[in-house]
């Protein structure tokens, strides 16, 4: 059964700082790998999609990696603002299952 | 462009209570659609999903059920809510296809007193 793991669960860093979440799955027959940011008391909201084949995806500062056989990803996001803060959430597709889930990383960005 | 209506926002129900929150999409056809459940300190966990008008799978066996009359709605129900049931409700919907995003709705934030 594939289970998605998020560490850190809690990460605080000053603002203009570059970071890193990361995000790993026991199983890599895998479709695709998203991520999402989730505000408080808000819907998810789709920030990258990296197909199985692809090894990495760019949107303005963020950027994301797949390494599909051990089972790993990462979140970049480069000079960090408030704004960012916000709990990040990463998902697989695998075939004949909706999205599979971590439970986040809560990011906090002081000003 | 997609977009995907989720209601009530908010939600506060007795023990025992029915339960009907509705999901649906607009701007495109046939879509997967999905209900998920938010618990407080959990992970999202996957409760119902439709590839189609009236098919429904269940992944989580509860008091919790899911319809979809039309093609774009999507409605998840209870007729007697139990306190487990509070949580944080969302509704999602992806293209058919295995490498279609998922796109959620705003949810609805249910507490059972």
């Known amino acids: 059964k594939q289970e998605v793991t998020q560490i850190p669960a809690a990460l605080s860093v000053p603002e203009g700082e570059n970071l890193v979440l990361n995000c790993s799955f026991t199983?890599?027959?895998?479709?695709?790998l998203q991520w999402f940011r989730q505000d408080p008391g808000k819907g998810l909201t789709s920030l990258l999609l990296?197909?199985?084949?692809?090894r990495e995806q760019t949107s303005g500062r963020l950027n994301a990696s797949l390494d599909k056989s051990s089972g790993r990803s990462t979140l970049y996001i480069a000079a960090s603002q408030p704004g960012d803060s916000a709990t990040y959430l990463c998902?697989?597709?695998?075939?004949?299952?909706?999205?599979?889930f971590g439970k986040g990383t809560t990011l906090s960005v002081s000003s | 462009s997609q977009t995907i209506h989720q209601w009530p926002a908010t939600l506060v129900q007795p023990v025992g209570s029915p339960l009907s929150l509705e999901c649906t999409v607009e701007?495109?056809?046939?879509?997967?659609l999905y209900w998920y459940r938010q618990a407080a300190g959990r992970g999202l966990q996957l409760l119902f999903y439709?590839?189609?008008?009236?098919?429904i799978s269940s992944e989580v066996p509860q008091n919790l059920s899911a319809s979809r009359p039309q093609d774009r709605q999507f409605i998840l129900s209870s007729k007697k809510l139990l306190l487990s049931d509070s949580g944080f409700y969302l509704c999602?919907?992806?293209?058919?296809?295995?490498?279609?995003?998922?796109?959620f709705g705003n949810g609805t934030r249910l507490t059972v007193t």
């Open positions: 999602a919907w992806a293209g058919t296809f295995n490498n279609s995003p998922l796109h």
């Open positions: 199983d890599s027959a895998i479709y695709n």
């Open positions: 990296i197909q199985s084949s692809q």
């Open positions: 998902a697989v597709t695998q075939a004949g299952t909706a999205l599979i």
């Open positions: 701007g495109t056809s046939n879509p997967n």
């Open positions: 439709s590839v189609g008008i009236g098919q």
